[in-house]
């Protein structure tokens, strides 16, 4: 079976879905069409459209485009079935219904930022990250009823350095990604339209306890000082630099964006505790000072410590 046997829809919204896309269309595969999601207003004053990043690539390259509001539309569905893919591959998109992943012939699989059976859900590179994973990863698996419970296809790994943020993570899985998916088809044209797969049942029984990656919202951002600093530092590193971990001072909000592990332990001061010496901002963990190196005070731009501590050589405040 060859590449030129396949009519492929992609389906994805966010630039992480970009790279999958792209590497379609510069290694020459047949994409039929392009699912993504609606403009959304923006501006201060929701006054604009923007277009997801995924229509952008799509229509500068001549692809035809569906932005359906409803995956079960009666409408969307018979656009969709008029294409007549027999491959469906989706990226960074939404729960699709049974409708539309059990359309195509050879099925349709996913391109999942993260190693499954752990993490799934929406936001599997912030909580890798954020839980101080030493690794992650891409999964392909074909879609079912349930979400990211498909039998896998393929996976790849992706170290995590210690201070790794989650876009220096995203960047290398996007990569990675597009690689996966590669060799994800070329496994099912090896296979005349099916690739061998594993139920993810079968690795339940070594992977542990498993992990969730549930959508990020403003209250999960917010930084809880009464824990270790590598908890925290943790924390920061996989919310950087969006959409950022967050604590108030003076009642203020407070964002910071990047951090360091100090080996200075915390004796009698109050978890959240800030401490100016010199330059250099520091807070207190539960147990060993963190040193603060980029933030954004309310209202203000974002900035390394050095040039809020020469505002605010006085302070001695404590985050909450």
């Not at 994409?31 to 006054?47: E, K, L, M, N, Y």
């Not at 960047?171 to 005349?192: F, H, M, P, S, V």
């Not at 603060?292 to 050589?313: C, H, S, T, W, Y």
Request: proline share 7%; with cysteine; charged share 20%.
């Amino acid at each position: 079976m060859d590449k030129k046997d396949l009519r492929i829809v992609f389906m994805g919204t966010p630039e992480f879905a970009v790279g999958t896309l792209q590497s379609l269309v510069e290694e020459g595969y047949p994409v039929v069409a392009v699912v993504t999601g609606p403009d959304r207003p923006v501006g201060r004053h929701q006054d604009r459209l923007q277009a997801p990043a995924v229509k952008v690539y799509a229509e500068a390259h001549h692809l035809p485009v569906l932005q359906p509001e409803k995956l079960k539309n009666p409408e969307f569905l018979g656009q969709l079935a008029a294409f007549n893919a027999n491959l469906q591959i989706v990226v960074a998109f939404r729960m699709l219904p049974e409708e539309v992943w059990a359309m195509p012939e050879y099925g349709t699989f996913n391109v999942h930022a993260a190693l499954l059976p752990q993490y799934r859900g929406a936001a599997p590179i912030n909580w890798a990250v954020i839980n101080g994973e030493t690794e992650t990863g891409v999964t392909t698996f074909f879609i079912d009823k349930k979400i990211d419970t498909g039998r896998i296809i393929l996976q790849k790994h992706l170290p995590i350095g210690v201070d790794d943020n989650v876009e220096k993570v995203y960047d290398g899985l996007e990569k990675l990604g597009a690689e996966t998916a590669l060799e994800t088809i070329q496994k099912i044209l090896r296979g005349n339209g099916k690739a061998e797969s594993i139920p993810q049942s079968e690795m339940l029984k070594t992977v542990g306890p498993l992990k969730a990656a549930p959508k990020i919202h403003k209250d999960t951002c917010r930084i809880d000082w009464h824990q270790t600093a590598k908890h925290i530092h943790d924390f920061v590193r996989g919310l950087s630099p969006v959409p950022g971990a967050w604590t108030t001072v003076d009642g203020q909000m407070m964002k910071i964006f990047q951090a360091r592990l100090t080996d200075i332990p915390v004796s009698g001061d109050q978890p959240g505790s800030l401490s100016v010496d010199g330059k250099h901002l520091y807070a207190a963990g539960n147990d060993l000072w963190i040193e603060i190196l980029e933030l954004q005070p309310a209202g203000k731009r974002r900035m390394n410590a050095a040039d809020f501590v020469n505002g605010n050589r006085q302070l001695s405040q404590v985050a909450k």
